[in-house]
């Protein structure tokens, strides 16, 4: 069973016949692509020197290349900007079938999911015919600088500044955990330029080259062993007047919505991939070890396991029903922040029992499940992140208890 098989009713009108319709073409739809996918991905990894590698971001752009190559690019955008167009139920069935086929998410996630959307919803039609081309081919791989040593949680305090300069603006700061940046030709960039203003309202939401003179960045090396987030540190860089996107002070409004435009999509690659795992780790409880022993005939592996099967159930139901509050266009509420706690506690929960089972095989990345061991364990180690990223645990507890449970404020 699919995890989204009831999107393409969501997209039809009320009436009946109407709907089988839709719901035949979406999965006609799946079908093809699930196909062509299953062999394009089969053959570029074989391809790929010394074998398939889905954790270096050289496979990773590479695959991502392939797919903007082969028009799997600008899947909802407009027609008149190279985009398919395609509804929400095409575009979750492509996030779906592409996790589904095990090939890994791209190192401009970034671009394709956020900033793209960001510049068809705010740019000017200049902005929008200089930036979406070189997203669409990958050419331009872009990065987010939001978080800086002094605000993460807290983004609105931001301190990076953009003073006015002939031109444009003249940009002084130092950007931290900044996803790809080693790798991208452009950043958008939170950055104060009004001082005076309430710390919301000063804010402006810049485009910045990557290879403007005064951009530095620092890769910072992550307990995986690679460096896929670094520091960026802007001095005296000059950006010209139509890199502002938007409004001048404007930049909070642009930068929340921008968090909201994938939302309907956004959970479903991780939740292929989280079924994927829970089958690994199943298939491991039921491994005998070298004494005879199966970890399923412990009570404590089963009860693990079973709540985790309840975990992926749950959530599967979670992201059908934001794929459909976004298919009707419902404003974005605080319910995804119960499936961000919801999906990355379980993934640390479905991983730390992954590697208990692997044992020594943890460690060394071989033995008898060979291969997957080392991938569940970066993963394992990957998963420390996914409590912090997009909105810590606790941040994501305080939007529950005050806009779910209405609690007063902390
Ligand atoms: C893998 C990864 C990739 C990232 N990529 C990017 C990126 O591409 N671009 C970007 O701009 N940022 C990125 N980030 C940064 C991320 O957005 C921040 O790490 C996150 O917002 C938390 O901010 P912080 O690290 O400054 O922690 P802080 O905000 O300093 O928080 C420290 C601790 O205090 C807690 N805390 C803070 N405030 C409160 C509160 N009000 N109530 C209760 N507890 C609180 C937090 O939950 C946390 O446990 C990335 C982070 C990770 C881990």
């Not at 093809?32 to 990773?60: I, K, M, Q, T």
């Not at 990355?344 to 008898?368: I, K, N, T």
Request: aromatic share 8%; net charge neutral; glycine share 10%.
């Amino acid at each position: 069973m699919t995890l989204l098989e009831n999107a393409a009713r969501e997209d039809a009108v009320r009436d009946s016949a109407a709907q089988d319709s839709a719901a035949g073409e979406t999965e006609a739809f799946r079908l093809e692509l699930r196909g062509w996918l299953e062999s394009a991905y089969a053959d570029f990894a074989r391809a790929w020197p010394g074998g398939a590698d889905p954790r270096s971001l050289d496979y990773r752009r590479a695959w991502e290349d392939t797919l903007c190559a082969n028009g799997w690019s600008g899947l909802g955008w407009p027609k008149a900007y190279g985009g398919k167009e395609l509804p929400l139920s095409r575009q979750a069935v492509f996030h779906e079938e592409h996790a589904r086929c095990g090939a890994p998410l791209g190192v401009n996630l970034i671009g394709h999911g956020i900033l793209a959307p960001t510049v068809l919803h705010f740019g000017d039609e200049a902005q929008k015919r200089r930036f979406l081309p070189g997203i669409l081919s990958n050419r331009e791989v872009w990065c987010q600088g939001y978080s800086e040593p002094g605000a993460g949680s807290d983004l609105a305090s931001v301190r990076t500044r953009a003073e006015p300069a002939p031109g444009g603006f003249r940009l002084n700061g130092h950007k931290i955990w900044t996803s790809f940046a080693d790798r991208a030709q452009w950043c958008f960039v939170l950055a104060r330029t009004d001082p005076q203003a309430a710390k919301h309202k000063g804010l402006s939401f810049l485009l910045v080259d990557m290879g403007s003179p005064g951009v530095r960045v620092e890769p910072i090396r992550q307990i995986t062993g690679e460096a896929e987030f670094s520091e960026v540190f802007f001095e005296d860089v000059f950006v010209p007047q139509d890199a502002l996107l938007g409004e001048l002070n404007q930049g909070w409004k642009i930068a929340m919505a921008a968090a909201s435009f994938e939302r309907g999509t956004y959970f479903i690659p991780r939740l292929v991939r989280f079924a994927q795992e829970l089958r690994q780790v199943r298939e491991l409880a039921l491994r005998a070890d070298a004494h005879g022993r199966v970890p399923a005939a412990s009570a404590s592996v089963r009860h693990r396991w079973a709540r985790l099967a309840a975990d992926s159930h749950v959530l599967a139901l979670k992201s059908q029903r934001a794929l459909a509050g976004a298919q009707r266009g419902d404003p974005p509420g605080p319910e995804g922040s119960s499936t961000k706690i919801h999906w990355s506690e379980a993934h640390q929960r479905l991983l730390e029992l992954s590697l208990q089972l692997l044992g020594e095989d943890a460690c060394l990345g071989v033995g008898a499940v060979g291969a997957r061991a080392a991938e569940l364990t970066h993963a394992y180690l990957w998963s420390r992140a996914e409590t912090i990223l997009a909105g810590t645990s606790e941040i994501q507890r305080n939007i529950i208890a005050e806009q779910m449970l209405g609690l007063p404020k902390a």
